[in-house]
């Protein structure tokens, strides 16, 4: 595709009016420039992000003495405290109207509060600026095109940085002051040598071109209160890798580990990036979602999208191979813009990432290529997969795990195995779900530990060891047309037979029954408790009492979580802990809630559902209390527990109720309900 207008200089030219990078001269800043950081003061240097980019391979592997000294010389002037002299300045009262002076390192008076428009503008001198804590605010245009300027430090009292502040700038690390609530216009915009950038939870909405034509930035994090992305904001952002929405936020996602921002009232997929896996949700690619993606090579659209922007893929030059539905918007997309349009009906992408001993989580792969390490001994602790490319296919998976054993079906994306636990997985058992399971293969091998590669599975068959204590280090999946060649020994980059390998899929001790725990159609809820004197106990499903009985043993904390889910969304809660009170926020699918270590009584809990599973299903739950017994059942939110009598928590049961169904009764497990109150306070 080849676009008639370009946005280059988008918001330089429509809100600051600065000369573009032509005709550089020697010695000024380019792309590839090492070092250059914003930092909040006091941030120490582990507090700042320094993350390569493979555009800059070259430049970097030489820079490190530069950066270290620039780092060092920053510091060095924060440390002496040395004030720039007044005379250097123009005042207007305590407003710093604009910067005179010729040194390369500029420490503001503290008599300043502001910085104000276009004070250090087009200045090619500065390198390093130290602002007081007595500035509140910094105007728009203060920093623009000052393109040697490369450290910078921030007090957390700015609360207001105006539009296009730092456009143009040879900064390569931000960490935006906590407490500012607006990324205004063009802020970063053509910071060619920006490569991560650190939002605070204070932020509320980013605006048009914040970002434009950073060209290095590789990761993103939105955070949850963020109401309000602009137009252009990431456009020609062509190096990002890793795009993410965080869970808590109510407007926009990165559903399903997409690396995307999608819209959710209207799943509108806004921003893209190389990586980006479009859920089957999204039904419009927005404009510019990918401009100047050079990285982007093919992109798969679901059948579910219906709307794609003129301008969604425009400057991406290396852009050939469109995949979607015959007769698809996709396909109308690709030909009216000279793409190659490949036709995936029966062609799955399998997707899976896996979580690595000492590494964690691992980058997603697809269809086959290998996720774990090799040559390392790392042990494979945790595994998420998904496929796409059939809206009527789903994928499910269960690992045994060290001392659990096997665990609970997972699906669709959601982790199975542990993480934080030091756990080895052993052995995966991985097959289709959906209406269309029966047209479609998954096959799958493993490398274990001694055995090394082992042979393929497919469809439910397990893979791995059982009984030897040995540890998976390395998966391959892929998803195949039904009866289609298997894989063979070379496969994806794979050669197993080059080097310790057994043409077996699993090898056992010995070859009884494989039970997997709950139940392989329908959501399993699972939660385990820390116990007074016990410690942890094992994760328990669907109604099993978590906890004890009759030894007066108080419950500290909690984690829930959900597996197999059916639908979208997940589960979170929050307890009354002893001394704390109520937690202020509420903890989600499988983080801790309570305390450990802290000999702390849990008193009461609250539980519920969000997003589509809170439409289908109720959660019901009931504890028993010191001195009072086993209680009611609550749901949904609700209270249980006691307050006001500082009284233990000695056990749970908790359970999923399709929408509107019949509560559990007074007598469920063989566990009778004593009192008809689900929360007893004073």
Not at 188 to 196: I, K, N, V
Not at 285 to 291: L, N, S, T
Not at 337 to 350: A, H, L, P, S
Not at 456 to 483: C, D, F, H
Request: hydrophobic share 35%.
């Amino acid at each position: 595709m080849r676009r008639t207008k370009r946005f280059a200089n988008f918001a330089l030219a429509a809100c600051m009016g600065v000369s573009l990078l032509v005709n550089v001269p020697a010695g000024t800043v380019s792309a590839a420039e090492p070092t250059a950081e914003v930092v909040a003061e006091g941030a120490t240097e582990s507090e700042t992000v320094e993350t390569s980019s493979e555009d800059a391979t070259a430049t970097d592997a030489g820079s490190g003495v530069a950066e270290e000294t620039s780092l060092e010389q920053a510091e060095e002037v924060v440390a002496t405290g040395a004030e720039t002299s007044e005379a250097d300045f123009e005042w207007n009262g305590t407003r710093i109207t604009k910067y005179i002076g010729t040194s390369t390192e500029v420490v503001i008076p503290g008599r300043c509060t502001e910085i104000g428009e276009n004070a250090f503008q087009s200045n090619w001198t500065i390198e390093t600026v130290v602002i007081p804590k007595s500035v509140t605010k910094i105007g728009k245009r203060a920093f623009a095109d000052s393109r040697l300027l490369k450290n910078i430090v921030i007090p957390d009292s700015v609360k207001e940085i105006g539009e296009g502040a730092f456009a143009i700038t040879s900064l390569k690390s931000v960490k935006i002051p906590e407490g500012v609530t607006t990324i205004e216009d063009g802020l970063f915009s053509s910071c060619f040598a920006l490569t991560s950038v650190t939002i605070p939870d204070s932020v509320v909405t980013i605006g048009d071109a914040a970002f434009y034509e950073c060209v290095l930035l590789e990761n993103i994090v939105i955070p949850d209160g963020v109401t309000t992305i602009g137009k252009s904001t990431f456009e020609s952002c062509r190096g990002l890798k890793s795009i993410k929405v965080a869970d808590g936020n109510t407007i926009y996602d990165s559903r399903e580990g997409c690396n995307a921002i999608i819209e959710k009232a209207t799943n509108t997929l806004i921003y893209g990036c190389k990586n980006t896996m479009i859920p089957n949700s999204v039904t419009k690619i927005g404009d510019g979602a990918f401009h100047e993606c050079t990285k982007l090579t093919s992109i798969t659209i679901p059948d579910a999208v219906k709307e794609i922007a003129d301008d969604a893929f425009s400057y991406c030059y290396n852009l050939k191979i469109i995949r979607g539905y015959t007769g698809s918007c996709a396909e109308t997309y690709a030909k009216k813009y000279g793409y190659t349009f490949e036709d995936v009906q029966g062609k799955i992408t399998t997707s899976y990432r896996t979580h690595v001993q000492s590494f964690g989580w691992q980058a997603p792969v697809t269809n086959g290529t290998m996720s774990g390490t090799s040559g390392k001994a790392k042990r494979l602790e945790g595994i998420e997969i998904s496929v796409s490319g059939n809206a009527n296919l789903g994928i499910q998976y269960s690992t045994h795990c060290q001392t659990y054993g096997w665990l609970p079906w997972s699906a669709n994306g959601e982790m199975n195995g542990t993480t934080g636990e030091a756990k080895r997985l052993e052995a995966i058992k991985i097959q289709l779900t959906g209406a269309d399971k029966d047209k479609y293969d998954v096959y799958y091998r493993v490398h274990a530990q001694s055995y090394g590669w082992l042979g393929w599975a497919k469809n439910g068959e397990p893979s791995g060891t059982a009984g030897y204590a040995k540890r998976l280090e390395g998966i391959q999946i892929v998803v195949v047309k039904k009866n289609e060649k298997a894989p063979g020994l070379d496969y994806a980059r794979v050669n197993a037979s080059k080097g310790v390998h057994d043409s077996r899929a699993y090898i056992a001790k010995t070859n009884g029954a494989i039970t997997i725990p709950g139940s392989t159609d329908s959501t399993n809820i699972m939660y385990k408790t820390h116990v007074q004197s016990f410690g942890w106990q094992n994760w328990v499903l669907n109604g099993t009492m978590s906890g004890t009985s009759g030894k007066a043993k108080r419950l500290e904390g909690i984690n829930i979580k959900l597996s197999n889910a059916a639908y979208a969304g997940g589960i979170q809660y929050r307890t009354h802990v002893q001394t704390y009170g109520w937690e202020k926020e509420w903890k989600k699918d499988g983080a801790m809630s309570g305390t450990s270590g802290e000999a702390k009584r849990l008193e009461a809990i609250q539980i519920k559902l969000y997003g589509e599973m809170a439409n289908r299903f109720d959660v019901y739950y009931r504890v028993h209390a010191q001195s009072y017994g086993w209680l009611g059942w609550a749901k949904n939110g609700e209270e249980a527990g006691t307050a006001g009598f500082a009284k233990r928590l000695e056990g749970i049961q908790i359970v999923l109720v399709p929408k509107g169904g019949t509560a559990p009764a007074n007598n469920y497990k063989n566990i009778q309900s004593v009192n008809t109150k689900a929360y007893i306070k004073k």
